[in-house]
């Protein structure tokens, strides 16, 4: 039997006991209870986990936050039927994870003010659908009311909304904005993710955990290296296995170099939403670059199947290695070259500077993480905070900017792909032989791990049943706890502008939309 | 001669008719009258400088008719608004008739009619005031006629007090006048008066009758009771304000500066042009971001109202420079823009009403689809619309291209502070066509095209055929005015004469291009312009407008053939359908519109009318509302907004700017007043020390 | 301004794929069908999606499924791999001749995971330059001639795809690029997709891959062009 919030997860880095204070709640005292924790400092709120039980109580909470250079917060409350009381007055970056938890496990929120019409649509299933639960038929669509009506939130004469996607005109991911306006500026913005919810964490339960590392590795595929390095840092906490030095150093230059291609990416998507397209075309050739490199010397271009449990399917080779570091060494210093140049064009200033801004204390009252939230003066980054593999002896530099706008987000962007560098040719320079592979066995319980992913924390919760397979997981992605901030950034700015916020963000929908 | 009273015996009738019980005989008794009026017009255009003598009034001379040129062309006009108006008033005003009696307006109008007619036949000052107030008082009493609704009655009582205060400007400005002349008719006002008033006194009679006169035309600054007055109004009374009383305003303003005192100085024709300019700028500028079309409407007639004045004031500057032939084009301009507005602002007028009718809105917010609904209304409401966006074929193109041509030709005046207020005020003209163009599509998209964005709008009705009939007569007369604007042009160019300055003005009536008549090597310069083409096909004269040059004047030529280029539009849009016809046929696949991979999109998710007028709205928020946007957000725990009002208490600008620190500065200068009286003595005292002190004062300075 | 100079002064750094020899890096590579050497034994348990089977003393590869897990990538195992990029194959003839010169292609994210559409923006950004091909993306689908279909296709995005579709004018092809869009890949099973794009609107060319790079893309483009040789052999038959 599952015994929800009472078992302790495991955590990376310690093996055994988990650097994780965990604080059981009477369903009552939870908002008093968070309050006392984290009403203070508001420390990034980074996920909520329900697990089901088909005994009572069947929903088991837990309140996941990230704290400086201390243990993990885990809150737990468990609930059988009754409504939970809501904590977004207290903590607004849980604002999503209650409404994910509302459409997919059917746990009420009281307090909520916005529960329903989230992850499943309501053109698309029924209200009654509560697919997380683990019931024995296969959750189904149809039935839903159609067509949907959009929110309204502003009240002015002439007002309308804007609706741009799901389908956009480039190689976009479909996501669809609701604008609402009365012209020109947005009034009021809303993201409506979940085009492509695909349903991974339902179907990874039942599945070994050597399958379901493919399938982390492909919730998100630019991201793919940083997935699958927490799943299986989660699966490797639970069993008590630390994955060989020579692994935990590979695996840092592999999280490293994919920072810097994730990076450069996003800035040539800044770049190129200015409409400049030859420092974009540049930058772009430059990611490329970076991939036919990551092709030639790691075997993928997107990093896929190179994480395994317990350590890598592969070693590259020290030799591998430095010439990768070496021909990155270059493309980064052009990159730099680039960026230079741009500071100094004021057509790309204007675009960036003063706009989109995300204050400190709205950043943190949101819940932005990673190099959005660093452009925020937001210093959270899970490298530092709660080292992992090789970070703890080779510290990654702490990048931090205070303005909040699409300029300082655009230059946390250079900064830590610059940085991304120097780590990586640091790394290289010292690695350790040894065997890349350790075994890893089956044992039940639950692992919480997790990664600074390019944009940002990302944390995996993993349950094994004891038949080895995945009973639950849950994706706590930076990109959902991003979205989240971008509709009140694009707040009174033109529509013209929107674009140009929105890539400052550097945001994945797969990564969110799971 | 027996026009006269037939069309004063045939209004009474027409009053009578109206009042009676049996509403069948309004409309013929209405129509009657209004043929009667152009057969009136017709004997008035026929002979010029005729006198009806009335009564006489003891040592002042005698009531007096008389037949002008301008009064006889004004007549046509305004016959021509109430010929649509007869035709459409009926089947209109049966939604009224549960909750008002309809009898005392069918009157009203009648009357209404007969006091017009009587304005613009006046030969002295005391039947024109008179008729002045009747016309006042009755196109008061059509205003308030739907006075359920509370804001109406305000919107005619600021209607009547504006006009009464323009009408004491008006006495102010011609007593002089007939002090001067010792005498109340016209004619002898415009013999005597202008060499026996000195320079100050003319300047003043001048100021004084442009603002008094500007109140009826809406000119700037006097003129925010039009946007106000109009919705009150029922559609049809809107049609006959602007597209006959407005008018009238202008009247005043040529009769008194141009006929009686012609302008001390070149700078007065400048005052006018400038005067004009900032009302057309400030009328499109409300047009291009109103979203209610009666409101929009008014704004627009008052821009219109500013393109003539500026046509005016050129054609009174060009006189005094000494350039007769430039003035006459400059006043061909402007009777021909008035002409044009009068026909599309009533057509635009009556189509609001029957908007109205069908649809119960006149917030394009709210409206929308109209078209699959109202096919005919929304065919000439198209028309309308080309014609009063000045796009050709259609009149409006016509005349603002033949007033921008005028103000160009200001080089020839060689002073360059004229040519710079011309300048400025062509660039105005051009920038309220380009806004006007904005304004008037978005009109129509938003009403007709596109979703329905309310029931209403969905539930619309088409009107009675007598109404498309009244449309559609004004349609094809915006048409027809559009595209032989050569015709139009030379008829004008007679009243035009009546009114230029030069006494040899019936030299320089432009003569039209017919290559036989001019001389072979002139006419081959026109050659490559297209000038011959298919002249023998097209019955219209002319490619081209001009004057040859002679000793005294450099020719003007200005080139313009919408009769071509409706010929070349429709053999365009003949080709095109035909190839459409050829290439697309049995391939035409309907499917809905793509939405961005959305299968359904509510109307809400549609542009409004605001938000297409938002672009304008931003680059000229100075001064269409300066701060004056309030949001108010409701945050429910802590951090959702749940919503956002906006509030937006913008006042009109010529209110916030000139109307409300006016009334504020009266009102602190009545209350100081009123602080003197009830002072103390000692300050009595000191009041009277300091009167005596500076009447001393002024007695030792002379 | 000075960005153009900057433009010229950088030169090319367009990729030509008929070069004899490509950049090492611009494809991954993929597991070719290989003898097995006598003795040698295929571990069943290798493939994780069950791709590699032994077939007449040879390993075969199922292309429509293998999700580059690289696990099977040498030395790993007895399967030879090798660096080509034509992958896509066509189930309908190319486009009538005049689309050689030009098309213009809509793209359309039906649930991908980022990888796949990644590789697209590679494609349509400088080094491969399409442009050069005559190969726009369209704005709208109105213009379109060309459907490529990215990841599978989840519940929220099927709408969409058969809204595209229908939006698109006569003649069409609908390009499956990378397994998920071939048949769901590693995502078939969920409850919250509905499958490869096959599922809602016909198909007519695949790309496998996982995913497939860009020049696979390419191969694609220049089968539904007509422009290559197997496509001229799809279209004779
Ligand atoms: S790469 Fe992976 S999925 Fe593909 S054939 Fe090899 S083992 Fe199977
Ligand atoms: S095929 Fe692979 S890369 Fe492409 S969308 Fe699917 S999982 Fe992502």
Known sequence: MMNGGRDAPKAPGTPGSGPILRVGAPLADLPDTVRQLVGQDHPPFIGLVVEHTSEPPRHHLHYVWMRPAARWLVVDVSVDGAAVPSITPIVFAADWAEREAEDLFGVTFAGHPQLGDFVLHDEDWAESVAPMRRRPERPTHGGGRDPYEPPRIVKAPGQFVMPVGPVFAGAQESVRFLLETVGEEIMHAHVRLFYKYRGLEKLMEGQLATRALLVAERVSGTQALAHGLAFAQAVEALASVVAPTRARAIRTVLAEWERLRSHVGTLAGIVESTGLSVPANLLAAVEERLLQLSGRYLGHRYLFGLVALGGLTRDPGDDALHALARAGAQAVASVQDICRRLALDNSFLDRLEAVGILAPERAATLGVVGPVGRASQIRADVRLWHPYAAYREHPAAPVLESEGDGYARFRVFLREAAAAMDLIQRLVGTLPPGPIHAFVPVVPGVGLSAVEAPSGALAYWVRVGSRGVIDRCHIMTPAFLNWHGLPDTVRDFAFQDFPIIASTFGLSVADADR | ?702 | MPWFWEGLKSGVRTLRPRAPRLPAGVTPGRPATTAVPAGASLDPELCPVGALAPQDGAIAVDFDHCIHCMRCRPPASPVQWQDDYRWALAAAPPLPPRFQRSIHVRILDAGDCGGCLSELRQLFGPVYSLHRYGIYVSPTPRDADVLLVVGPVTVGMRVALEETYAAMPDPKRVVAVGVCALNGGLFADSFAVVGGASRVVPVDVTVPGCPPPPLAILHALELVTGSSREAREVGDS
């Open chain 2, 1 to 702: 001669m027996i026009m006269v009273p037939l069309f004063f015996a045939l209004t009474l009738a027409a009053a009578a008719a109206g009042l009676s019980r049996a509403p069948r005989w309004a409309a013929p008794a209405g129509v009657a009258q209004v043929l009667a009026l152009l057969a009136l017009a017709g004997t008035v255009l026929t002979h010029p400088g005729h006198q009806w003598l009335l009564w006489p009034l003891a040592g002042w001379g005698i009531l007096r008719l008389t037949f002008t040129a301008l009064g006889g062309f004004l007549l046509v006009v305004t016959a021509l608004v109430f010929l649509a108006v007869h035709l459409f008033a009926p089947g209109y005003l049966a939604r009224y008739g549960d909750r008002y009696d309809l009898r005392p307006l069918r009157a009203t109008l009648a009357l209404l009619l007969g006091s017009i007619a009587l304005i613009l036949l006046a030969g002295d000052v005391v039947t024109f005031l008179v008729a002045w107030e009747l016309m006042s008082v009755l196109s008061y009493i059509a205003v308030v006629f739907d006075h359920e609704a509370p804001e109406n009655p305000r919107a005619a009582y600021a209607m009547l007090g504006a006009g009464e205060l323009g009408f004491l400007m008006v006495v102010a400005a011609w007593l002089p006048l007939v002090l001067a002349a010792h005498s109340i008719a016209f004619s002898t006002i415009a013999a005597a008066a202008p060499a026996r008033l000195p320079t100050g006194v003319r300047w003043a009679v001048f100021g004084l009758s442009l603002v008094g006169f500007g109140v009826k035309a809406g000119l700037f600054p006097t003129m925010s009771w039009l946007p106000r007055a109009h919705p009150a109004a029922p559609a049809h009374a809107s049609a006959v304000l602007s597209g006959a009383i407005l008018n009238l305003g202008l009247y005043g303003i040529i009769l008194t500066n141009v006929q009686l005192l012609p302008a001390p100085s070149p700078a007065a024709g400048a005052i006018v042009l400038g005067l004009g300019a900032a009302t057309a700028f400030l009328g499109i500028l409300y047009a291009a971001t109103e979203t209610h079309i009666k409101r929009l409407l008014a704004h627009s007639s008052i821009e219109n109202m500013g393109l003539i004045t500026i046509g005016i004031g050129a054609a009174m500057t060009f006189d005094r420079m000494g350039l007769p032939v430039l003035g006459l084009l400059a006043w061909i301009a402007a009777l021909y823009q008035l002409l044009n507005h009068s026909v599309y602002k009533t057509l635009l007028f009556l189509g609001a009403g029957a908007i109205d009718q069908a649809s119960g809105e006149l917030n394009m917010d709210h409206l929308g689809g109209l078209g699959r609904r109202l096919r005919w209304t929304s065919a000439f409401l198209l028309a309308g619309t080309m014609a009063i966006a000045a796009i050709p074929p259609f009149n409006g193109f016509a005349s603002e291209w033949l007033l921008l041509q005028s103000l160009l030709r200001s080089v020839a005046m060689a002073n360059p502070a004229l040519e710079v207020a011309f300048a400025l005020a062509g660039a105005t003209v051009a920038l309220a066509a380009g806004l006007a163009a904005t304004a008037f599509i978005r009109f129509y998209g938003m009403t007709f095209l596109g979703r329905h964005r309310s029931d209403h709008a969905a539930r619309a009705r088409e009107v009675t055929v007598s109404q498309r009939a009244a449309m559609g007569f004004l349609a094809a007369l915006a048409l027809m005015l559009g595209i032989v604007p050569t015709y139009v042009a030379s008829g004008l160019a007679r009243v035009a004469g009546s009114l230029a300055q030069s006494r040899d003005v019936q030299a320089f009536i432009p003569t039209f291009f017919r290559p036989a008549t001019l001389p072979p090597a002139l006419a081959s310069a026109f050659y490559p312009l297209g000038a011959a083409l298919g002249q023998r096909v097209l019955p219209a004269p002319g490619v081209v407008f001009m004057h040859p040059s002679t000793r005294l004047h450099a020719g003007v030529v200005f080139a313009m053939s919408p009769t071509y280029l409706t010929v070349a539009i429709a053999v365009a849009l003949a080709l095109a359908f035909a190839l459409a016809q050829l290439l697309g046929r049995g391939r035409v696949r309907r499917g809905h519109s793509w939405m961005g991979g959305a299968r359904t999109v509510d109307a809400g998710l549609t542009y409004t009318a605001t938000g297409m007028a938002r672009p304008i709205w931003v680059i000229f928020r100075a001064v269409l509302s300066p701060g004056q946007t309030v949001d108010r957000e409701e945050v429910v725990a802590e951090h959702f907004r749940v919503s956002v009002r906006r509030e937006d208490g913008a006042r009109y600008v010529v209110d916030r700017l000139i109307v409300d620190p006016a009334i504020r500065g009266a009102r602190t200068l009545a209350h100081l007043f009123a602080r003197m009286h009830r002072g103390s003595v000692n300050a009595y005292v000191g009041y009277a020390f300091i009167a005596l002190l500076a009447a001393l004062l002024l007695v030792r300075i002379t």
